[in-house]
């Protein structure tokens, strides 16, 4: 079995999984968490408490697209 090394999960984590393109991620990029761009922002109910911060963020593009094609949710 091929396990990504911690280098591309770490290049992984900086990159959207819906579109590919940086995703801005604060966490990712190693600075402060606190500081990111997403926690501003409403959280989608697939994406659930257990998944760690900086694990594959979407990109702020990706994020509007995804709140705006899920019901009951204002972004």
Do not use: E, F, K
Not at 25 to 41: D, K, N, R, V
């Amino acid at each position: 079995m091929n396990t990504p090394s911690l280098s591309s999960r770490a290049a992984a984590a900086l990159l959207c999984p819906r579109c590919g393109q940086a995703n801005q991620c604060a966490a990712a990029a190693g600075q402060p968490a606190g500081s990111c761009w997403c926690l501003h922002q409403p959280v989608l109910p697939s994406i659930s408490a257990d998944t760690p911060i900086g694990d594959r963020c979407y990109c702020p593009d990706c994020l509007q697209a995804l709140l705006q094609a899920t019901p009951d949710i204002t972004p």
